[in-house]
């Protein structure tokens, strides 16, 4: 008995099904969503200008270590002069933009300012690529006086980077950067921020939500239109029998994620600049 109900029950169209419709209507939009998204992004980064310095201070460390029963036996000189509480100081200086920094784009150069301390000397340590700096200006490349350094307008493209070595007195202390460059800025480096790809996940998570959101509100559309079709036509639609519009909906939708994406980055865009 149970064996002939089994034959004669007939086979499911699931093309016919409306849970299924609702599937493959919702996954084929977030897909079509998330892909236009993610380009939109791509197309964004690539597009966008970043003029950017990025400094970072390497190492502070004392260049020796005098123990307190003998430090007034033992005396550090530099150059024949006597100093006190000397320190070593790398700083590490890069292009982290995507495009060139000129002679042309400082306003001001860049200054290094070390509060409550006095330079002694400073030097290039190492520059990437290492003809960056010409050898006949290296001498007047950096100049210090008092408590900073400045150094020279020099064009900088980008992952270029140049390491200095500064010879400092007095107790460690804040660093502050001074510089103008025209449509850029001078960043510390931030060792809590972020990671690129951290930024990029969190932003392709912000398209995923507006992709469901962009499904739910699609799925709407496409049953009311549907339903009006059905009740013109007294015959119930199907994803076989309207590809037509299936095809017109998930492009409307591509469309209007798209856009949506952009405006939000556009948005971005705008407020960045207000904030400058």
């Known amino acids: 008995m149970l064996f002939n109900v089994l034959l004669d029950t007939q086979p499911l169209d699931i093309w016919h099904d409306t849970v299924f419709q609702l599937i493959v209507v919702v996954i084929a939009t977030l897909f079509s969503a998330f892909i236009g998204g993610a380009i939109a992004i791509w197309v964004y980064r690539r597009q966008k200008s970043r003029k950017e310095i990025t400094y970072q201070v390497v190492s502070d460390a004392p260049i020796a270590s005098i123990n307190q029963t003998v430090a007034d036996k033992v005396e550090i000189r530099f150059d024949g002069h006597p100093i006190k509480e000397a320190h070593i100081l790398v700083l590490k200086v890069w292009n982290s933009g995507n495009v ?6 400082y306003e001001e150069p860049i200054t290094f300012i070390f509060h409550g301390r006095t330079v002694i000397s ?17 001498k007047t490349f950096l100049t210090f006086n008092g408590e900073s350094v400045e150094i020279s307008k020099f064009l900088l493209n980008p992952q270029q980077s ?57 799925f709407s559309v496409f049953l009311f239109i549907a339903q009006i079709i059905t009740t013109i036509t007294g015959s119930p639609v199907t994803i076989v029998g309207t590809v037509p519009i299936v095809l017109v909906g998930l492009l409307t939708l591509i469309v209007g994620e798209s856009l949506t994406v952009s405006a939000v980055l556009v948005g971005r865009i ?7």
């Open 162 to 218: 140049i390491s200095i070595t500064t010879l400092l007195t007095g107790a460690k202390n804040t660093i502050s950067v001074r510089a103008r460059i025209i449509d850029g800025k001078v960043i510390e480096l931030n060792p809590d921020r972020p990671s690129t790809f951290k930024r990029y996940l969190s932003k392709l998570t912000g398209i995923a939500w507006l992709a469901v959101m962009g499904a739910f509100l699609g």
């Open 122 to 138: 400073c030097d290039i340590l190492e520059t990437v690529p290492t003809n960056l700096i010409d050898q006949k200006t290296i």
């Open 270 to 276: 705008i407020r960045n600049r207000k904030n400058k």
């Open 100 to 105: 060139a920094v000129k002679r042309d784009d």
